[in-house]
């Protein structure tokens, strides 16, 4: 009897300890490493025609053979789509919360990023399918079993962002355009950099519900974005927890004693919600945040820091550098 | 001596001969062919029916074959076997525990499938996914094994089972959602399925599962004598020389690896292991020898139909399995409860 | 088919009901084990029937202990029916009775015939032959008990144990149900029953068990068991014993009140009894 009020002591104990091991931080990023490796070589290449058979290796680190130029191509999140429409291409497929490019709209919803359905992909017969590596690295086996290559790119990172243009363009035969949208793009950071002040503002960006926020640390997108500014990130160091890669929680004592000078929220809630800004600004235990006290408090867009990280990033950097920076901003806004 | 009976209205259970077995057996499995005909038939594509027969023989555009063959029949194979498990276990719990309310979700064997997979897939990012079924059968026998262990008291008492499955359930559920909640994006996305669902199973996880549903299923058969004789009762039983501890033993084991098998390609699915039973029931009667194959049968057509009407209902988006299950199962569970009270 | 307990201890859960119990069962007997409540009798008939294990001692079965043999081979020697009979409302009488033939079913064998034979002969026996097809949810009291018992008949087995088995039934289904148990005897079968009933156990049993707190007081034939000491010893209330009027050789035993009603006259003149001392 004795025994088995031990073993039963023991079993529960084990499957409590089990569960629980889970506080330390999983390695994050894994998708985004490869990427930051290969970021340097990024933009200096000549734009010279794809030839085929081509041979690449994707934002996941798998070597695919494309046969030939892609005819129809089926790119599965927005910010796959938004790739390919940057370098001049067009997709079969969207994801549902795909509101940009317009050209895009028309394209055959497929369903949400986490769950699309593989039926309607088929039946657009694409010849390249085009997956998110941060948000579709598990549908791997599933678009394998389309028979179609698949290539991964995502964005993670700013860097990302500038290799995906350049994978997903060289795929798609459109180097050149790819190149432009590089160029372009870190002409932007270089002049938004020079532009910045001397002093670095303390920023803090969260996303979620006013009752249960999200903190970005700069391995997030919009805590990319933020770094390359200059920000300083009051999140960075913190374990990821959360549905988001790149996401922390803090608590509300961190939050005071960091006193970030700029805070930026997304809310993902139902429109006409009670928005985080609204929420903090009224928040009597916030008062004496700088940034609250400074009214530097504002919503920024979900679509296009969260949902969407993408080739939209110059216009994300020109509204951060405004928040961040509102004197000594850039005079070409 | 002989006292002659009060004379009393003869009311001998009729038996209908062929008239009655068309109707336990030839409407659920004619229920069951058109629910698998439909299931292939339909889905978001639309596709004319010649097309889906050349898309079943490859003889036509290698997409139809691809949606039809590799999209749509694995995984109305799956949602069949997934249905026979679940019912089948929930048969055998009920007989076990004497409980109408058993069922391998209330009593913990589903929850230990899922916090087994789930910690599985917290360690090891790339867990594979043929070790998946075995890993959730594993966790089922855990739960199962804990549930046994709670109640064992010189032997184990119907009561005391169900109870200790119920304290069992949560305390995994409880566990899981700790799993889930500390771990990262991936995980999460990967642990989509927990939910209930049969989304992306394909050909790779029928080829992993059906050996377990179907030795479980197999086993369940053996059993149905001796669980005919269990439920007259403890001492009944002993009298007529079962071994009662151990069929009862054996039939948890095969509900967990039902269970098991079931939890792992299409997560928690709740009620099927509940309600199927009790229809059976009300077909066949208690003899275990026609209750467990039709609990089969009944589960996956249920669970067929079920994964069709998700999938289709709000397509291209799928609704969680376990919400559509439960949707059909409940106002049909309330209204066999009436019926019987 | 011998059956007896040396030196029996037996309970359930830690606790001892009966202890040091030896007992020898009389073959082709009706056997009643009498006693008050808590005097083990339900423990014995029990341990006897290889419902409960044995804390300490033996039952044996024709010299064999009867735990260590197969559950299967057991059941078609002895059956056993205890209470309540539950669990099964919507089977029918004949599908109980078949039931029974599971100890001699194998998966491979089965020998339809015999078991036919079996429940035909069982369900006569109880006389339920013009309700076989009844379901059990709609039987009374007695006729759910005669069902059962022929349940344990389709064992076929050699001994028959009974706990209680005439409780909550009226008269004449008791009357009824004893007399289909003494006539099993003449079919060679042994029969053991736990009975609360003095004037039955009297008519009915050739050899009595007679328990008091766990332990076997005195144990035999009925006339050489059942005397007034023996009752006032085991149940504690007086009686005078009366020769049964139509019966040869039995006795009834009628109580004798300990509180005199308004003085009679002269005493209950009874040459049995004395006064005894309360």
Same mark, same amino acid.
């Given at each position: 009897m004795k025994m088995r009020t031990w073993l039963i002591a023991a079993l529960v104990t084990a499957v409590f300890v089990a569960a629980a091991c889970g506080g330390d931080s999983e390695k994050s990023s894994t998708a985004t490493a490869p990427a930051k490796a290969t970021a340097a070589a990024t933009g200096t290449a000549a734009a010279k025609a794809t030839t085929y058979p081509l041979t690449v290796t994707d934002m996941l680190g798998r070597s695919v053979t494309i046969a030939k130029q892609p005819a129809a191509v089926a790119a599965l999140s927005p910010t796959t789509v938004e790739y390919v429409y940057a370098v001049g291409g067009t997709s079969k497929t969207r994801s549902a919360s795909v509101k940009v490019p317009a050209e895009a709209t028309s394209a055959k919803d497929i369903g949400p990023s986490y769950q699309p359905n593989f039926e309607l992909i088929a039946a657009e017969k694409p010849d390249l399918i085009i997956a998110d590596s941060v948000l579709q690295p598990q549908l791997k086996q599933n678009l394998e079993g389309l028979n179609v290559p698949v290539v991964y790119a995502g964005a993670q990172t700013f860097a990302d962002v500038l290799k995906g243009l350049e994978l997903v363009g060289n795929v798609l035969n459109q180097p050149a355009n790819a190149t432009k949208q590089i160029s372009s793009l870190q002409a932007k950071l270089a002049d938004l950099k020079t532009k910045a002040a001397a002093t670095k503002p303390k920023v803090l960006a969260v996303n979620g519900a006013p009752e249960d926020f999200y903190a970005a640390k700069p391995e997030s997108y919009v805590g990319d974005l933020i770094q390359l500014l200059g920000g300083d990130n009051v999140a960075k160091g913190q374990p990821d927890v959360g549905r988001f890669p790149g996401y922390t929680k803090l608590s509300l004592e961190t939050i005071l004693t960091s006193s970030p000078d700029v805070v930026l929220?997304?809310?993902?809630?139902?429109?006409?919600?009670?928005?985080?800004?609204?929420?903090?600004?009224e928040n009597p235990a916030w008062a004496n945040v700088p940034a609250v006290k400074n009214k530097r408090v504002t919503e920024i867009s979900l679509e296009l820091y969260l949902q969407a990280p993408g080739p939209r990033a110059g216009e994300a950097l020109d509204q951060l550098a405004k928040l961040l920076y509102p004197i000594g901003a850039s005079p070409s806004q | 001596?002989?006292?002659?009976?009060?004379?009393?209205?003869?009311?001998?259970?009729?038996?209908f001969g062929t008239a009655r077995l068309l109707l336990v057996w030839g409407l659920p499995l004619a229920l069951l062919a058109l629910a698998i005909v439909l299931g292939i038939?339909? $889905?978001?594509?639309?596709?004319?029916?010649?097309?889906?027969?050349? $898309?079943?023989?490859?003889? $036509?555009?290698?997409?139809?074959?691809?949606?039809?063959?590799?999209?749509?029949?694995?995984?109305?194979?799956?949602?069949?076997l997934v249905g026979a498990s679940l019912g089948v276990s929930g048969a055998l719990l009920q007989g076990v525990t004497r409980n109408p309310l058993a069922d391998p979700h209330v009593l913990g064997l589903t929850a230990g499938g899922g916090f087994a997979a789930s910690l599985a897939l917290r360690l090891y990012s790339d867990f594979p996914h043929e070790l998946m079924a075995p890993v959730a059968f594993a966790g089922s026998l855990l739960g199962a094994a804990l549930v046994y262990l709670l109640s064992w008291r010189g032997g184990v008492s119907p009561v005391r089972l169900a109870l200790s499955g119920v304290a069992v359930a949560s305390l995994l559920t409880a566990c899981t959602t700790m799993v889930l909640v500390t771990s990262n994006f991936t995980t999460q996305a990967a642990l989509a399925w927990l939910a209930g669902g049969l989304f992306g199973r394909g050909w790779v996880d029928l080829r992993v599962m059906w050996p377990y549903a179907v030795a479980g299923l197999g086993a369940a058969m053996l059993l149905t004598r001796g669980m005919n004789i269990l439920a007259l009762g403890d001492e009944a039983a002993q009298s007529l020389g079962l071994g009662v501890e151990r069929t009862r033993l054996f039939a948890v084991a095969v509900a967990a690896l039902l269970a098991g098998a079931a939890v792992s390609v299409a997560g928690m699915v709740a009620f099927v292991g509940l309600l199927i039973p009790h229809v059976a029931r009300g077909l066949n009667g208690d003899d275990h020898r026609g209750l467990v194959p039709l609990s089969a049968i009944l589960g996956a057509t249920l669970v067929v139909y079920a994964d069709l009407f998700a999938r289709m209902v709000q397509r291209p988006v799928e609704i969680p399995l376990g919400i559509v299950t439960a949707v059909i199962g409940a106002p049909f569970l309330l209204y066999l409860v009436r019926s019987k009270a | 088919?011998?059956?007896?307990?040396?030196?029996?201890?037996?309970?359930?859960?830690?606790?001892?009901?009966?202890?040091?119990?030896?007992?020898?069962?009389?073959?082709?007997?009706?056997?009643?084990?009498?006693? !008050? &409540? @808590?005097? @083990?009798?339900?423990?014995?008939?029990?341990?006897?029937?290889?419902?409960?294990? !044995?804390?300490?001692?033996?039952?044996?079965?024709?010299?064999?202990?009867?735990?260590?043999?197969?559950?299967?081979?057991?059941?078609?020697?002895?059956?056993?029916?205890?209470? !309540?009979?539950?669990?099964? !409302?919507?089977?029918?009488?004949?599908?109980?009775?078949?039931?029974?033939?599971?100890?001699?079913?194998?998966?491979?064998?089965?020998?339809?015939?015999?078991?036919?034979?079996?429940?035909?002969?069982?369900? @006569?026996?109880? &006389?339920?032959?013009?309700m076989r097809g009844r379901p059990l949810k709609q039987l009374s009291h007695g006729e759910m008990r005669r069902a059962w018992t022929a349940l344990a008949l389709a064992q076929q087995p050699d001994i028959l144990l009974l706990d209680e088995p005439t409780a909550f039934l009226d008269m004449a289904h008791q009357f009824e149900l004893l007399d289909l148990l003494s006539k099993l005897t003449d079919h060679g079968v042994t029969v053991v029953v736990s009975m609360h009933d003095l004037w039955l156990t009297a008519i009915y049993c050739q050899r009595v068990i007679a328990m008091s707190g766990g332990r076997i007081v005195a144990a035999g034939p009925t006339d050489e068991v059942l005397t007034v000491e023996l009752i006032r010893e085991v149940f504690g209330v007086e009686v005078a014993l009366q020769p049964h009027p139509s019966v040869a050789g039995r006795h009834i035993a009628l109580p004798v009140s300990r509180r005199r009603e308004a003085a009679p006259a002269e005493p209950v003149p009874n040459p049995a009894t004395r006064p005894s001392p309360h």
């Open positions: 929220a997304i809310t993902a809630g139902p429109p006409g919600g009670k928005t985080i800004t609204a929420a903090l600004s | 001596m002989t006292l002659a009976a009060a004379p009393r209205q003869q009311q001998a259970r009729p038996s038939a339909l $889905g978001p594509v639309n596709l004319a029916p010649a097309r889906v027969i050349d $898309g079943l023989l490859n003889r $036509g555009e290698p997409l139809d074959h691809t949606i039809v063959w590799d999209l749509r029949l694995p995984r109305v194979l799956l949602a069949v | 088919m011998r059956l007896e307990a040396r030196k029996l201890t037996a309970g359930y859960g830690g606790d001892f009901c009966i202890t040091d119990a030896d007992v020898v069962i009389e073959e082709r007997r009706v056997t009643g084990i009498i006693g !008050p &409540n @808590g005097a @083990g009798k339900s423990t014995l008939l029990r341990a006897l029937a290889r419902v409960i294990k !044995p804390q300490r001692g033996v039952v044996l079965l024709d010299g064999e202990v009867l735990h260590q043999l197969p559950g299967r081979l057991v059941a078609k020697k002895l059956a056993f029916l205890g209470q !309540p009979l539950e669990g099964v !409302p919507d089977l029918t009488i004949e599908e109980l009775a078949y039931r029974g033939r599971f100890p001699h079913q194998t998966m491979l064998r089965r020998d339809a015939a015999a078991d036919r034979e079996a429940v035909d002969w069982a369900i @006569g026996a109880m &006389n339920l032959e013009s």
